[in-house]
């Protein structure tokens, strides 16, 4: 489990494709003390198993599976990532629940600048986006963000500058792919309501249906 604040940003060394997915070199920076074979580190959001270490510098085997629903195919040798370690048992919980099971890819459509703080839009699949509330938390490349405004298509979230400074999200610009994970907690809870309201038929949850269990 990791907590969606990086604890550093380092440039792909090299990416390259394999018969089962990707191979991934990343140097691992300040997180090279102490870190292991089998490890788990999240990068820009996707959680990876470290493989091989060469030296400061960390060898991940991405399965097809993760390549297909993340963004990771199309990460450039020199491209910075985030990287988070997984939360020790101990440790402080700063942000809030990411697994690094990637939900979707969302798209920038849009970067409102304030001074220095970033409203940025992202458009994102329906499935997902009835997942998110305003205020509620989404992982953005490992970032944990808080949703600032919610519609069927699209979410906003506010990067402040100590998030663009510790981050990679200042490079991204319009149109450019992100790793999407949703709070844990609401795709529960629409999973047991989906099932509750539905018979265990995959039919979606519907204000007739909602009316019928009580709901006004």
């Not at 959001?45 to 963004?71: N, P, Q, W, Y």
């Amino acid at each position: 489990m990791f907590t969606g604040l990086v604890e550093t940003v380092q440039p792909i060394k090299t990416n390259v494709a394999t018969a089962n997915g990707r191979r991934l070199v990343v140097p691992l920076g300040s997180l090279a003390d102490g870190t292991g074979l089998g490890d788990s580190i999240c990068v820009n959001g996707v959680c990876l198993t470290i493989s091989e270490l060469r030296g400061f510098e960390a060898v991940f085997d991405v399965m097809a599976e993760t390549v297909k629903v993340s963004t990771l195919a199309q990460l450039r040798s020199g491209e910075a990532v985030n990287l988070e370690r997984a939360m020790a048992t101990d440790g402080r919980f700063g942000g809030h629940i990411v697994q690094g099971h990637v939900d979707g890819v969302g798209t920038v459509e849009k970067i409102d600048q304030t001074g220095s703080q970033w409203i940025m839009w992202i458009t994102a699949d329906p499935a997902l986006m009835r997942m998110m509330i305003g205020k509620g938390s989404v992982a953005i490349d490992g970032v944990s963000l808080t949703i600032v405004e919610a519609l069927p298509d699209k979410f906003s979230v506010s990067l402040i500058p100590t998030t663009l400074e510790q981050t990679n999200l200042k490079q991204r610009k319009i149109n450019e792919r992100m790793n999407l994970e949703v709070d844990i907690v609401s795709k529960w809870i629409n999973k047991r309501l989906d099932e509750m309201l539905s018979g265990g038929k995959k039919e979606g949850i519907t204000l007739e249906k909602l009316r019928e269990q009580g709901f006004s």
